[in-house]
């Protein structure tokens, strides 16, 4: 059962805010989302990392509601070069361990056009 | 600071031959990750390190792949026999001990391997 569900794609142009939501509808109550983005031909790097409310950094924002279902990250003005695709996870406990699992689904594509 | 370095970059074997890949994280990284990341997919964790321990083993295909991370620092993941369907980019990954409910990863390049 997938912890997490984002669209498979999305398109925009430069100079465009992008929003990808993320639905977790079964995300424990200790567990943090977390955002990684992916360029061809390299590993995953970490955006951004949240609980609840709202979260910023040089990057991107993540929005997050109070119930934690959903998380949305927002690029704002996106560039040619923020073509990639973005990752969300969310806490999977390795059992009795107290550990986390690094958890990928297959992600957004993002394609930002001139 | 020294990123996450994995060689070989590139491999291309026969199947049914073996291979090898390393990894060395970042220094005091006690949580060490392998994925595989097959073309269009998301990555797929092999195996997790904490220190020189397995915390996670599940999608690991035992039968032909092994890994191990002596002293805690370094990493060797090895396939053999080697399978068509294991064309992919193997990346490894680590993080800060006593990361909790954290999950900030820092992954190297990869090696991307051709079974032919």
Not at chain 1, 27 to 45: C, E, K, L, V
């Amino acid at each position: 059962l997938a912890k997490t569900t984002q669209p498979i794609s999305m398109d925009s142009y430069e100079g465009q805010e992008v929003n990808i939501t993320c639905s977790h509808n079964n995300i424990a109550t200790n567990d943090y989302i977390t955002w990684y983005q992916q360029f061809p031909s390299q590993g995953p790097r970490f955006i951004i990392q949240g609980y609840k409310t709202k979260v910023t950094n040089e990057v991107a924002s993540l929005f997050i509601p109070a119930d934690r279902k959903s998380s949305t990250l927002s690029l704002p003005r996106v560039s040619l070069s923020d073509t990639a695709v973005y990752y969300c996870l969310v806490g999977d406990s390795i059992v009795n361990t107290g550990f986390q699992k690094l958890v990928f689904g297959t992600g957004t594509r993002l394609l930002v056009s001139p | 600071e020294a990123g996450v370095a994995q060689s070989p970059r590139y491999k291309i074997i026969e199947k049914r031959q073996s291979v090898a890949f390393w990894c060395n994280p970042i220094s005091g990284h006690a949580t060490l990750y392998w994925y595989q990341q097959i073309l269009g997919q998301g990555p797929k964790l092999l195996i997790q390190f904490q220190n020189n321990g397995v915390v996670d083993d599940s999608q690991l295909p035992k039968d032909r792949f092994s890994a191990e991370r002596l002293k805690g620092v370094d990493s060797t993941l090895k396939i053999q026999p080697a399978k068509l369907e294991d064309s992919a980019v193997y990346l490894c990954a680590s993080s800060l001990p006593g990361t909790g409910r954290s999950t900030e990863a820092f992954f190297g390049q990869g090696t991307r391997l051709t079974v032919v």
